[in-house]
């Protein structure tokens, strides 16, 4: 497995390793997870190889998921990385691959209502990420063949206890009290509980079908507003506070791009004209196929996952979650935080 | 004598083009060439669509007109049913067929099409499907082929012009000789303007596609040829064989279906009523947004022919008109009890602050009027629309027109002028009987016909209407006149407009001998006897009374607007009358406990003397029967489930509704005696295709049969065809179930079902769980998203109304009581001041504009 540092593919690789799986992870840094480990850049194939000699399936989820940063990174991180990774594969032997994908590499900015998973798309991707994430499932699913079966995974929106992106971000705004809804706040967005995200790559890994991409998301649409109060309410706080009309908040956004890119900062903005598209249109999708395909149901209804979050919010320190590996433990009701 | 305008262009066929790829809808393998040698021993070469199937039930050759092609029947060539091939030549100089040196006549083009289809080695049996001018010549065909034929499919086309009329304006004017070669040859004026017709208008790409092969002026001169070819001129060289044609036509004793586009200038209601007098035997669809591309304006129409195929096969042929010998049914009954009161001097009908009319005097005047009818022309048949409001004068007007044997046209006015005149003129009225207004009416939506104008109005008036003659008048002249031979149980009696909720307005046919049921059916479920008085303040119910043999007043309120009803006007009805049995629908209901604090002890004492209330027209909460238990106390309290195809249908006490208690929808209770009730079962996807069941809980379309249900739709065949599709029972596009005590629980209608991915969700169960909540006003359960895989969302009115800044989503308190109450996931409540209704009970809640208006917000729109 690539790219076992965040909290899906450190939460992947321990539901591989607890089903008794061999599990080798490969990215630069140690990850303190109870499995081999090959250190090294994924675009580098040599390394690649290193990792995939001997392995039955690969799930190539190393990506670099941002905002900011120069197209240079995204391209060598998310084309070079996949390319590395396909050619490593094909030399290993390797029979079979779960390539992680994101349903922005066909999303071209309009809204999505019970959409299916188009095809990728680069030219109408709208940021660095989704255009590199759209070459490389281009790339990915070319090099699918019966001898080395490719299968993309788009999960969208992965959230949960000790997620350190989505989930963090927006509690530590409304801490500080600067999360506002952005519109009417009724745009339907569907999102993937974490577990139910691992459940769907272990279920991709174990079967053969190949050849296509798969959205993967709770199938629960809600009104965006509602997701924001429902982890806000889980870590204790009260909702967006306020709210912008859209102009504004996307006038706002593009001075904010203008001046990161002015000033060449590289730290998150505090708002793009990316994230006012993606608070202000629906984007659900329709899950018959996927799971279908699939044989996977998520197992953990948002509900259910909004209480493991107050769970985890309830039991851990106020302090942001660190460098650990909580094991998937939602399903056994409790949930711990290592490190 | 035509003179073709413009110098021959040459020919340039050599290299005939074909259709280029990428037009939406056209695969290239469809596209065949065929050379065929003219009757002039020349060679062209056809350009024809052939969908390649076998033709192992027949063949459907389908003929356009001008200035269009082969494409116009893309999506027959795609959907055609199995067995059938599908053959669509473009005509000589049109399309991608060759180009010509010389116009074509009428008679050339009916010897091209038979040379081509020889050609083609056609085998019966052959449907013609013909549009445009495409009719006259594949007509033409048609008659030189009757061995081959087996059956007309004919789209906006004429074979004539019907007498009085001066031919289609716009085709007159193409036809002058500057305007002619200007606009049909010089430019693509008339080519583009064909397919600009169209409201909403068709994609761009397809009117590109419509004017692709026409695209200079040579390829363009058979249009120009086509427009001359028109013979409106005594001497026109075409002239003698389109009357040939027209005049054979009644020889094609096939089956036929016409489907028309009612929206087009060109032909006209004219030209219909031309065509099915020369083909009694065809079969009518009006697809009413259709303009003049019919094909384009009603997509669906594929699915249409499919059935007609399909009964066509099973030699299950409907009879369109449905009447057997008239010499043979006996005598409608439908006046007898009118008739038995001859002479007495009690009050048949009261109009509260005006006059009362006794039944002797009824009687005469109906037989008065039916004579005076006579006279003015009304047959046996003939459809009168009454733009009356409910009055004795209305009542006597229709037992007038049932009298002489014609056909009451009933339309709301809620439909607004608009959905009015398209309802009336698609009844094919020809008899407008209204007040000054709705005279007035009648003049703004420009119906045909004669006018009787009903009460007084002046001379000078009554000539601004256009009216002929007075109804008082009428009855006068009628004294002296013949009484006409009364209808019979088999003729038609009354064409009944649907509210148009979902669309426009269906006009619902009954017989003498429907209604004589329904009357029955009304007596025996309510115990109506002679001894009862009716106060009709839903408007229907106050046509019964003379049928009934009882007596009726209507009580003073704008019956257009039955929440205008006070408690006051209500018993004031009921004392003018001794009246003790009330019809009312739930806005009235409504609007009279809104006004019960102004009765006085004397209205009360009358409102104590009814027996029986009838809440008609809309589901009924029980909160507002129990309340009405104060204004009437002595009132049996019943409410009785239908529509307009059949009414009644089931019905239900206060006590019946409390001891059904809860469950998902609302219990609308048995079946009356007589009336069979059946679900057909929705299968997973959704649809209501399993068989008929009478078995309890399953979830389906409910069916209704009896001998009181419609006759049919009037000139919709592919609606009829669907709603009758089980023998003897209709589809009431309600769904629910049936309880294991046999009661009978709506959940919905069809076009509301919420299709999720993990199965149907029915919304009046949610919307009355979400009701029950001490916040909630109203409700409506609503899917958003692609069929299949729709969400749920929950609109709701709370009890204290939003404000603006509230925005569309629901506080997060009430959002949860919501999804915790809903019973079924819901993705989103969104919160409203007040849910769209209908306008003639204003109580059905339009779910489609709450779910398009939902589908926008939660989309992300600010609505």
């Known amino acids: ?339 | 004598m035509t003179v073709r305008p413009t110098p021959a262009p040459h020919r340039h066929d050599s290299a005939a083009p074909s259709p280029p790829a990428g037009m939406p809808g056209l695969p290239a393998h469809w596209s065949r060439r065929v050379p065929v040698v003219d009757a002039a021993g020349v060679q062209h070469t056809w350009h024809v669509l052939d969908n390649g199937q076998p033709a192992t039930r027949g063949t459907l050759l389908c003929v356009h007109g001008n200035p269009t092609w082969s494409y116009l029947w893309r999506r027959l060539v795609a959907g055609a049913p199995p067995g059938w091939r599908v053959l669509a030549p473009d005509q000589l100089g049109m399309g991608w067929s060759e180009r010509l040196d010389s116009p074509r006549t009428l008679a050339q083009r009916v010897s091209d099409l038979d040379r081509l289809t020889t050609e083609l080695r056609l085998e019966g049996p052959v449907v013609v499907v013909a549009h445009d001018w495409g009719g006259p010549i594949s007509l033409g065909w048609a008659l030189r082929n009757p061995d081959l034929l087996r059956g007309l499919v004919l789209f906006n086309t004429a074979v004539s012009q019907p007498p009085g009329s001066a031919g289609p304006a716009l085709i007159r004017l193409a036809r002058m000789r500057g305007v002619r070669d200007l606009a049909c040859v010089r430019s693509p004026t008339f080519v583009r303007s064909a397919t600009a017709l169209s409201r909403p208008p068709l994609a761009r790409a397809v009117r590109d596609a419509f004017a692709a092969p026409y695209s200079t002026a040579a390829r363009r001169a058979a249009v120009g040829d086509f427009v001359a070819d028109i013979p409106f001129e005594t001497d026109h060289p075409s002239r003698s064989t389109l009357d040939g044609i027209a005049h054979d036509l009644p020889k094609l004793d096939v089956p036929t279906l016409l489907l028309w586009g009612p929206r087009d200038p060109v032909f006209g209601q004219d030209h219909l009523d031309d065509l099915r007098a020369r083909i009694p035997q065809a079969q009518l669809h009006r697809y009413e947004r259709a303009s003049h591309l019919v094909p384009e304006d009603a997509p669906e129409y594929v699915d249409a022919v499919g059935a007609w195929l399909a009964d066509l096969d099973d030699g299950a042929r409907r009879d369109a008109t449905g009447s057997s010998d008239p010499a043979q049914a006996p005598r409608s009954a439908v006046l007898d009890r009118l008739y038995d009161r001859a002479g007495d001097p009690g009050p048949a009908i009261a109009d509260v602050g005006r006059t009362t009319v006794s039944w002797d005097l009824l009687g005469r005047r109906v037989d008065e009027l039916a004579a005076g009818l006579a006279l003015l022309g009304v047959r046996p048949g003939a459809r009168v629309a009454l733009l009356v409001p409910p009055s004795a004068e209305l009542t006597a007007a229709a037992y007038a027109v049932w009298r002489a044997g014609g056909t009451v046209v009933v339309v709301d006015r809620g439909l607004g002028l608009r959905g009015m005149g398209r309802a009336l003129r698609s009844a094919g009225v020809e008899l407008v009987l209204g007040t000054a207004a709705g005279l007035a009416a009648a003049r703004a939506m420009r119906l045909p016909g004669q006018r009787v104008v009903v009460g007084p109005v002046a001379p000078a008036a009554r000539a601004m209407l256009g009216a002929d003659v007075a109804l008082a008048d009428l009855a006068r002249r009628g004294r002296a006149g013949p009484l006409p031979a009364g209808p019979s149980v088999d003729d038609e009696c009354a064409v009944l407009f649907t509210s148009g909720a979902t669309g426009p307005a269906k006009g619902v046919v009954y017989r003498h001998h429907q209604l004589q049921a329904q009357v029955d059916l009304l007596r025996a479920a309510y115990r109506l006897g002679r001894e009862d008085r009716i106060v009709a303040a839903f408007a229907p119910f106050s046509l019964y009374g003379p049928a009934l043999g009882i007596g009726s007043v209507v009580p003073d309120m704008d019956v257009t607007a039955p929440g205008t009803l006070t408690a006051a006007a209500l018993a004031d009805a009921v004392a003018a009358i001794g009246g003790n049995v009330v019809f009312a629908s739930p806005a009235a209901l409504r609007g009279v406990l809104a006004t019960a604090g102004g009765l006085t002890a004397r209205h009360r004492a009358a409102l104590g003397g009814v027996r029986l209330l009838i809440s008609a027209g809309a589901p009924v909460p029980s909160r507002l029967l129990r309340s009405l238990r104060e204004v009437l106390p002595a009132a049996e309290l019943h409410t009785p489930y239908g529509m307009t195809e059949a009414l009644p249908v089931t019905d239900i006490s206060l006590p019946g509704i409390e001891a059904a208690g809860d469950g998902d929808g609302v219990c609308v209770g048995r079946p009356l005696p007589g009336v069979d009730v059946a679900v057909s079962p929705l299968t997973p996807a959704g649809e209501p295709d399993l068989p008929l069941t009478a078995q309890p809980a399953a979830t389906g379309e409910v069916c209704v049969r009896g001998p009181h249900i419609k006759d049919r739709y009037d000139a919709l065949w592919a609606t009829e065809r669907a709603s009758a599709r089980d023998a003897g029972w209709h589809r009431t596009g309600d769904v629910g179930h049936l309880d294991a005590e046999g009661r009978v629980w709506i959940e919905g209608r069809l076009q509301h079902l919420v299709r999720t991915a993990t199965g149907v969700v029915t919304p009046v169960g949610v919307e009355q769980r979400v009701e029950a909540l001490e916040a909630v006003a109203a409700a409506a359960a609503v899917g958003v998203g692609p069929r299949g895989s729709q969400q749920v969302a929950v609109v709701v009115v709370p009890r204290v109304p939003p404000t603006r800044r509230d925005g569309a989503l629901a506080p997060a308190a009430l959002a949860d009581e919501v999804r915790s109450a809903a019973g079924v996931p819901v993705a989103a409540v969104l919160v409203r001041r007040d849910l769209p209704v209908d306008l003639r009970h204003a109580s059905k809640v339009d779910r489609a504009a709450v779910a398009s208006w939902a589908e926008r917000i939660l989309a992300g729109s600010r609505g």
């Open chain 1, 1 to 339: 497995m690539t790219g076992a540092s965040g909290m899906l593919g450190r939460r992947t690789a321990a539901a591989l390793t607890a089903r008794g799986d061999e599990v080798t992870v490969l990215q630069r840094r140690p990850s303190g997870l109870d499995c081999r480990e090959v250190l090294g850049d994924v675009a580098d194939p040599a390394v690649v190889r290193r990792a995939a000699a001997g392995q039955d399936a690969v799930v190539h989820l190393a990506a670099k998921v941002d905002v900011v940063g120069p197209w240079a990174e995204y391209a060598h991180a998310n084309i070079e990385g996949t390319r590395s990774v396909l050619a490593g594969c094909r030399s290993a032997g390797v029979r079979r691959l779960v390539h992680v994908s994101s349903p922005s590499v066909a999303h071209g900015g309009r809204a999505l209502v019970g959409a299916g998973a188009d095809p990728a798309d680069p030219a109408r991707a709208r940021s660095h990420y989704s255009r590199s994430k759209a070459v490389a499932e281009q790339e990915a699913l070319a090099a699918d063949s019966t001898d080395h079966a490719v299968l993309c995974i788009r999960p969208h929106l992965v959230w949960g206890p000790g997620d350190t992106q989505l989930v963090a971000r927006i509690v530590d705004r409304a801490r500080a009290g600067r999360l506002f809804r952005i519109g009417t706040g009724a745009a339907l967005i569907d999102t993937t509980y974490v577990s139910n995200a691992v459940d769907a790559l272990l279920a991709a890994v174990d079967s053969d079908r190949h050849g296509e991409a798969l959205v993967v998301s709770n199938g629960e649409p809600r009104p965006v507003a509602d997701i924001l109060s429902g982890l806000c309410r889980a870590a204790g706080l009260p909702g967006p506070r306020g709210w912008v009309p859209v102009p504004a908040a996307r006038a706002v956004a593009g001075g904010v791009e203008a001046m990161w890119w002015l000033l060449g900062r590289r730290d998150v903005p505090p708002l793009s004209r990316f994230l006012v598209d993606q608070l202000t249109t629906a984007h659900w999708f329709d899950q018959r196929h996927t799971r279908r395909v699939l044989g996977w149901t998520p197992a953990v209804t948002l509900d259910e996952g909004f209480a493991a979050l107050a769970r985890w919010y309830a039991e851990a320190a106020p302090d942001p979650p660190a460098q650990g590996c909580p094991p998937p433990a939602v399903r056994a009701g409790r949930l711990e935080r290592a490190g």
